[in-house]
């Protein structure tokens, strides 16, 4: 301002006029005029004409700058929808596309000259089971203005589709168009699909080694279900001959023998039961839950284990709480479980001499909504570093084990929808327990 003063003096201007250039009450410019010549050149008159001047200058200015910063942030979006980093497509509600960038064309497959040409249509890239969900989407978007992305198709020009994302918004000043933010999410899906396959891959790997611990514990137990067979095939036997003896008799003693028949009939159906149980054991079945009440699982598997805990002097004890509710589950794979954990707790028992070997099963109810498995032994127990990796796979402290049974138990149970844990007894050993939840009809 000095050295603008001082410029004045110098030029000697005689007269001078200094307008302020307003646009709604903002100062945006100063109209500065001069004259040499004479004095008072500034009349009134002529300040009115220049006031309307400058009050004209200061809207041409302020819309020459309005017009830079649009064309400045214009060539911001520009760059952006060149930038070709995500799909920019812009679009009215009617279903014509006006305008999209590279990265959206590539995604669809068309090229430049069919959006110049006017045919491309977003209605006709989207499939058919897709229109819906669109026609929601344009409601929403009239009501709230933008939306968060959204998961969609789009048809390609070869009939093929592509996955992707979308981000949509209306212009403000324009409510019948909007743009949308697209990114193709073909590669995320695949590597879901990979993902997906994988797991589904480990799930049968895991059947799979499921089935082979099944057989080979199946193995261990040959000779414990042949004797549980060989009672009913000897009773079968005994009962016949007595039969026969009361049809040889001078008068046949027909009631007699009709008992004995009888008996025979349901000593062999006991042995089938123990066979059909024994092939559903080894039979390879995907997961199939039935209502079920865990006390059978239990019985059912002591049956099985009757002749391993003679061998090893195991004393069993049994803890059923009676009239359990049941629970949903697959009796097979249940079965092996409580086959692994009642095999475990013998083997933990093998070393133990100066106590009896003593195996005690409980179930109950725990909680309202869950049922409780435990099977607890006396044997060599949990140390604490121990404890935390029973459950990894190949985790064994056995020279011949595999160290998959408890891990393949705990998959079972977990599927279930139950957990399986561990702990040290007070005492000596340990107990191994799992929680199922109930049959939701049992819950309710
Ligand atoms: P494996 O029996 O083939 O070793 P498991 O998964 O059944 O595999 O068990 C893993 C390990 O957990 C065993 O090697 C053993 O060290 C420990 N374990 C399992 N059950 C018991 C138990 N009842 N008492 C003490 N340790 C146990």
Not at 65 to 74: A, M, S, T, V
Not at 75 to 97: C, E, F, H, T, Y
Not at 235 to 242: H, L, M
Request: charged share 25%; with cysteine; aromatic share 4%.
């Amino acid at each position: 301002m000095i050295s603008d003063r001082h410029n004045i003096c110098q030029k000697q201007a005689r007269s001078v006029l200094c307008l302020p250039l307003v646009k709604q009450a903002k100062l945006i410019g100063v109209l500065y005029l001069e004259n040499n010549l004479a004095s008072h050149v500034f009349t009134p008159a002529r300040i009115s004409v220049l006031e309307l001047l400058a009050s004209q200058a200061a809207i041409s200015l302020e819309n020459a700058r309005l017009y830079n910063d649009l064309q400045e942030r214009e060539a911001k979006i520009r760059r952006l929808v060149d930038s070709n980093i995500v799909g920019i497509v812009i679009w009215d509600v009617q279903g014509r596309i006006i305008d999209a960038n590279q990265a959206f064309l590539d995604m669809v497959g068309y090229a430049q000259e069919d959006l110049v040409s006017g045919r491309l249509r977003w209605t006709e890239l989207t499939p058919a089971e897709w229109r819906d969900a669109d026609e929601q989407i344009i409601t929403e978007l009239k009501a709230v203005g933008t939306l968060q992305p959204r998961e969609k198709e789009y048809l390609r020009k070869d009939g093929s589709r592509v996955p992707v994302l979308v981000a949509r918004a209306l212009f403000e000043w324009k409510p019948d168009e909007g743009v949308s933010f697209v990114i193709d999410m073909t590669d995320r899906k695949r590597a879901e699909e990979k993902l997906r396959a994988s797991e589904r891959r480990l799930l049968d790997a895991r059947m799979e080694l499921a089935h082979v611990t099944r057989v080979t514990t199946l193995g261990e137990m040959t000779a414990s279900i042949a004797h549980e067979v060989n009672q009913p095939l000897a009773a079968v036997a005994a009962n016949a001959e007595a039969c026969l003896r009361w049809l040889d008799r001078a008068t046949p003693d027909l009631d007699a023998a009709r008992r004995s028949v009888e008996w025979v009939i349901n000593d062999n159906n006991r042995a089938s039961e123990v066979i059909r149980r024994v092939r559903a054991l080894a039979k390879k079945t995907e997961i199939e839950k039935l209502p079920l009440d865990v006390n059978d699982v239990v019985k059912e598997v002591i049956t099985l284990v009757q002749r391993e805990l003679t061998s090893h002097q195991v004393s069993l004890q049994m803890e059923l709480a009676p009239a359990l509710p049941m629970i949903m589950g697959d009796r097979v794979q249940l079965q092996q479980v409580m086959i692994n954990l009642v095999m475990n707790g013998i083997e933990a028992m093998q070393s133990v001499t100066d106590r009896p070997r003593e195996l005690v099963i409980r179930s109950r109810q725990n909680e309202p909504q869950q049922m409780l498995v435990s099977v607890a032994d006396c044997g060599v127990g949990l140390s604490a570093e121990d404890a935390d990796r029973l459950f990894n796979a190949f985790f064994t402290t056995k020279s011949g084990g595999m160290g998959m049974g408890l891990s393949i138990c705990r998959s079972i149970v977990e599927a279930h929808g139950g957990r399986l844990s561990a702990f040290g007894n007070e005492g000596s050993g340990a107990t191994f327990q799992f929680v199922l939840p109930l049959h939701q009809e049992e819950a309710s």
